[in-house]
């Protein structure tokens, strides 16, 4: 079965800032595919251009078989969007708001009655469908902007960071949703810069930092770029020197690579235990106090540190 | 289409949910309109917005439909509401007006009567016309003095066709000396003016529809007056619906759905011409039920309305594509409104204004506008209406295009 989506060397330049550098990539039928990225990578551009809201400065991309560039109105028939800000009337009711978006992908009588039942159902509103939206919690918001994505039933629905800002009850409310749709057969392409969101959805992940496309896989093979490595993340005092320890550390022996962030340090090393001893010993002669320790095992954060030299969440 | 209608809905549905736009577009301008009409008196009955307005008469017909004219204008029931005076010729008057000491001449030609009520082998099927030299500084003066010379007219063409008609009925009347046909005629015309209470022709409508025609209500200048004004709010309020939704995501969400642009824009231009509907033919309809006021003729009420919100959206439209952002619209909007209020006759009589800002008004919708819903209120119909109605959608469509232009520079349908 041909890839739903395939994405050919796609670039985004706004005057000389180029936003997005050259992407390529497929996602396959029933595929949970995360762009994983910190802010300012280019997640929302790609997705915006995919989502034909933005023409590509350069390249194409296919979905379902219709060129983005092309044949822009096929592609909006078959994709489902759930914008990252919520994008709803708050002065219309749940009901109202669905029906709304419904018309506009051109659903009418029963069959669009049916689907706002059984979305209202999916989204876990069928009680407060006739409350306006205003009166709904940012949770609750956030559902109906999923649900307005998928009253279409599309065969690629686009999710870009669908759950900034909200309770961790809704956020796993949302994630759970994500798999059902899934697992109901629904091809997701879901921007996140949160890597235990993307390692918990993803069938694959793509890497993507300055508009660049640095990896892509499955957690298995990205995490097998990193190497049998693991990383010790060093907190220390608000008052210390990060990037002095990062430095002092960098020369030890059996520490690949000191990485400072905000009152952090990561240190990545094949072997933690191996290098506690000395990072620790590091650190007094230094006088830093370290306040406490994490050892972590190969994941996405590993690997985004190692091929930026950055963290994630930088 | 359908999508272009239900966007527009959409923003009729919202706009009317919105208590704070309700105040502004309903509650404000009728509460207004209250209070103007409590101070000026117009509840009583006894104040009038409209007094002594100047009008030169030139009777050059001195014969009795001129003569019964000219009685109309000195007649006790239009005592407060003209000044007349007399000159000796049509040139004289014409310096009067342009001289802006008269709202409009009036000049009756020489052979008037006799055009009417014809002589022996004079008879014209096509009456000699009375002329109306109007101000056009002074539109709603201007307006009175001609619905009191239509009245008078109608009348007169009234009795005119129906002396016609009765003779021509006369068996043998084309075998009849033109002498005898005459005296007929001339006999005919006498018995009815004996007949009718009054001795001129406009006293006969005294107690019919018409003859409320020329008594000026001044709430039907402050109710549109102040629903003209609010309608700026209105029309910028839903233009800055664009931008708003443009920076809330529904706009960009929009865009990725499988509508066009066109439809999505033309929905949201739709959905302000809906709202300004709405909120004129609500506040019309109120001066009617809780004012009294009568508009006269339904379907040229409607085209005025349709015809002066499609001119206000047009200045919505411009507003926001000058505006960068939904914050800006709304204060250009109000300051917009009150500018307009002023300069379009809203609050004061244009008339009581120095000749620039007359001038100057006509770039309102709100000028045009109680133009024609004051030339309602004085009986006018459609025909008399077609001047404001023609301006406002020029205005209208002229404002759209050059929107247009902006709105496609600015990209405002991108993100």
Known sequence: MPPILQVHSLVKKYGDFTAVKGISFDIQQGEIFSLLGP?????????????????????????????????????????????????????????????????????????????????????????????????????????????????????????????????????????????????????????????????????????????????IGTQKELTQQVGQTETLILHIGENDDPAALAQSLTGLEGVLQAQATDHEVSVITPEAEDVLAAVVGAANERGIKIRSIDIREPNLEAVFLHLTGRALRD | MLKL?????????????????????????????????????????GGSGLSDIPVVLV???????????????????????????????????????????????????????????????????????????????????????????????????????????????????????????????????????????STTAIALKKASQGADAVQFDPLAYMAPGMALMFLMYTVSYGGRSILAEKAQGTLPRLLVSPT?????????????????????????????????????????????????????????????????????????GSSVMLIFGILGGSFISLEQLPPFVRMVSKITPNAWGLDGFTTLALGGGLPQLAEPITALLVMGASLFAVSAILFRRTNVMKR
Not at chain 2, 152 to 180: D, K
Not at chain 2, 276 to 295: K, P, T
């Open chain 1, 39 to 215: 802010n300012g990578a280019g997640k929302t551009t790609t997705i915006s251009i995919l989502s034909t809201l933005y023409d590509p400065t350069e390249g194409d991309a296919t979905i379902a078989g219709h060129s983005i560039r092309k044949d822009p109105m096929a592609v909006r028939r078959v994709i489902g969007v759930v914008p990252q800000d919520l994008a709803l009337y708050e002065d219309l009711t749940a009901r109202e708001n669905l029906e709304f978006w419904g018309r506009m992908y051109d659903l009418s009588g029963k069959s669009l009655a049916n689907r706002i039942a059984e979305v209202l159902e999916q989204i876990g509103l069928t009680e407060r469908a006739k409350d306006r939206v205003r009166t709904f919690s940012g949770g609750m918001k956030r559902r109906v902007n999923i649900g307005v994505g998928l009253l279409h039933k599309p065969q690629l629905l686009f999710m870009d960071e669908p759950t900034v800002g909200i309770d961790p009850q809704s956020r796993r409310a949302i994630l759970d949703t994500v798999k059902e749709l899934n697992r109901q057969g629904m091809t997701v392409l879901y921007t996140t810069h949160y890597m235990e969101e993307a390692a918990e959805l993803s069938h694959r992940v793509g890497i993507i930092d300055h508009g660049e496309m640095i990896a």
């Open chain 2, 5 to 45: 209608i239900l966007i527009g809905l959409k923003d009729l549905k919202i706009m009317f949910r919105d208590r704070a736009a309700l105040t502004f577009m309903l509650l404000a301008p009728f509460l207004l309109t209250l209070g103007l009409g409590f101070v000026t008196g117009s509840f009583g009955g």
């Open chain 2, 59 to 197: 009777n050059l017909d001195k014969a009795e439909l001129g003569n019964a004219l000219v009685d109309v204008f000195y007649s006790e029931e239009l005592s407060t509401l003209v000044e007349p005076s007399g000159a000796a010729s049509a040139e004289a008057t014409y310096r009067l007006v342009e001289e802006d000491q008269a709202a409009a001449a009036v000049i009756i030609p020489a052979g008037f009567t006799q055009s009417i009520i014809p002589t022996a082998g004079t008879f014209s099927p096509d009456p000699v016309q009375i002329e109306i030299y109007s101000n056009p500084a002074r539109p709603t003066s201007a307006g009175v003095i001609k619905a009191i010379v239509d009245e008078f007219i109608s009348r007169v063409e009234e009795g005119r066709i129906s002396g016609m008609t009765a003779i021509l009925s006369i068996p043998g009347i084309q075998n009849m000396p033109s002498e005898q046909v005459e005296a007929l005629a001339r006999g005919m015309f006498e018995n009815a003016e004996a007949d009718s209470d």
């Open chain 2, 260 to 332: 066009l642009s066109y439809q999505i824009l033309g929905g949201k231009v739709f959905g302000i011409f809906l709202s300004g509907v709405a909120q004129v033919g609500i506040l019309i309809l109120a001066s009617s039920v809780f004012f009294g006021v009568r508009w006269g003729d339904s379907f040229g009420l409607v085209l005025l309305i349709l015809a002066a919100v499609f001119g206000a959206t047009g200045w919505g439209l411009l507003l926001t594509a000058i505006g960068r952002s939904a914050g800006q619209v709304s204060a250009l």
